[in-house]
């Protein structure tokens, strides 16, 4: 049996499906899916895709920790405190005053015993113009004097060695925050000295980037080292 709204009730419904329809067609949709289409109550409404902000800001951070070319970033790296010392600038600082001190110390006691062997020959000269006790009051006397300056120039020449075996240690220390540096630069927790490591990958050895970074960051130390 037709009701009498049925024509009109078809035209509605064909009205709407026909921009589904005609998507569908474009989208190169068989038959059966516009067939489909026409049996759904009501039509989908796709939306627009939205962009992928958060694989954008991924990325972005994944560039940011990825390391700079010719760098390779490693928790443990090794450096050589010899080379260190002998190549910067500030151990040959350091290398150079300990020499310039020696070659001082050393020149001054040249100068002593000459100068003790002049007052040794004078005083052989005089003894026989001297009453023995005279002599030996005057022997005694140039005895002392030469024990002292013994005593003298003995603590000089320890304090020098002393200064040679501390020089490493104190280089490092003026050092350090140029190393500490690097190794935040490289990811790095742990600085090791290459002397005391068995085995390693060369690719950790930080020495020559460190001589670098010592020579930008102290140079030869001047203000660092005390003048005489």
Do not use: H, W, Y
Request: net charge negative.
């Amino acid at each position: 049996m037709n009701l009498p709204f049925q024509p009109s009730f078809d035209m509605a419904v064909r009205r709407a499906l026909k921009p589904v329809a005609v998507v569908l067609c474009l989208l190169c949709a068989g038959g059966g899916a516009l067939a489909q289409a026409v049996d759904a109550p009501a039509p989908t409404q796709i939306a627009p895709p939205v962009a992928p902000q958060a694989t954008l800001s991924e990325g972005a951070s994944e560039a940011a920790d990825r390391p700079v070319p010719g760098q390779r970033r490693a928790p443990v790296l090794t450096v050589d405190p010899n080379r260190l010392f002998a190549e910067t600038l500030f151990g040959q600082q350091i290398l150079s005053d300990l020499e310039a001190e020696a070659e001082a110390l050393s020149a001054n006691n040249r100068e002593l015993e000459a100068m003790l062997r002049a007052e040794e020959r004078a005083l052989t000269a005089q003894r026989p113009s001297m009453t023995p006790e005279d002599f030996r009051d005057t022997a005694e006397a140039f005895d002392q004097k030469v024990q002292a300056i013994r005593r003298e120039r003995t603590e000089r020449a320890r304090a020098l060695d002393s200064q040679r075996a501390t020089a490493e240690a104190r280089f490092l220390a003026t050092a350090q925050g140029a190393l500490v540096a690097l190794m935040e630069e490289r990811g790095a927790s742990v600085l090791l000295d290459m002397r005391s490591v068995i085995l390693r990958d060369n690719a950790i050895d930080i020495t020559s980037d460190a001589v670098k970074k010592i020579d930008a960051a102290i140079g030869r130390g001047e203000g660092l080292i005390p003048q005489d």
